[in-house]
């Protein structure tokens, strides 16, 4: 069973340009989240979503960040016009359905870096 | 709201020497508590998680933490430190969302370095 899968590893961007996030979760697993990891600080919770729908985003920057599940493919976090202060690693969870909060399993992460 | 305090950004022991890396939490209903691990550039591994029942949990690699409550700790220990438990390490509280999800609180993280 394939872990939590990101891409990509790593993502350089300009002032300006567009981000896409990917997060394919674990086989069997109906519930993301997106976590942000600024230098030197923990994880901070950004949103939860379910296929093809927002559950909760309230960690969610009010502008240029959106997430998505779509009913087929993976998850995607974009950010749109990306400035310096989004340089981050972001992580993405999955949960399996009636874990009832106790289980979460993280990706390996985005590292994007905003020249 | 839940909250998690983590004493100590920075902790140094040497190999073979107890590890002790501690957590305080704040939360308003029976927390759900965990602890990961993290190399440099990778993701977060689960070393091991409290939700319900016996107060000392057992996890990966040797580690184990116990859950007071009186104290709303649950620090993490082993007792022989190993050169490749150099990581960081975070303490988490699970806050139960609407749809049965989880929202993961973390502490700022415990860089733990282990010396010869």
């Known amino acids: 069973n394939a872990g939590v899968m990101q891409n990509p590893r790593h993502l350089v961007r300009r002032r300006g340009q567009e981000a896409r996030l990917r997060c394919s979760p674990m086989k069997g697993h109906s519930h993301v989240y997106w976590y942000r990891q600024l230098p030197e600080e923990g994880l901070k919770f950004m949103v939860y979503l379910q296929k093809e729908n927002i559950i909760d985003e309230s960690g969610m920057p009010k502008e240029r960040f959106s997430a998505e599940f779509p009913k087929e493919g993976p998850s995607i976090l974009r950010i749109q016009q990306v400035v310096r202060g989004d340089s981050a690693a972001y992580f993405c969870?999955?949960?399996?359905?009636?874990?009832?909060?106790?289980?979460?399993?993280f990706g390996q992460g985005t590292r994007l870096t905003v020249v | 709201a839940q909250s998690v305090t983590q004493l100590g950004s920075h902790v140094s022991v040497s190999e073979g020497a107890l590890v002790l890396l501690r957590c305080n939490y704040s939360s308003s209903v029976p927390p759900y508590l965990f602890w990961y691990v993290q190399y440099p550039n990778q993701g977060l591994q689960l070393l091991l998680k409290y939700t319900t029942g016996a107060t000392l949990v057992k996890g990966i690699n040797g580690f184990e933490a116990e859950f007071k409550k009186s104290e709303t700790s649950f620090h993490l220990t082993k007792p022989s430190a190993h050169m490749s438990d150099a990581a960081e390490y975070f303490c988490a509280v699970s806050d139960i969302l609407t749809g049965g999800g989880n929202k993961l609180t973390f502490g700022t993280g415990t860089q733990l370095k282990v010396e010869l």
């Open positions: 969870a999955s949960s399996p359905p009636n874990a009832g909060g106790t289980e979460a399993f």
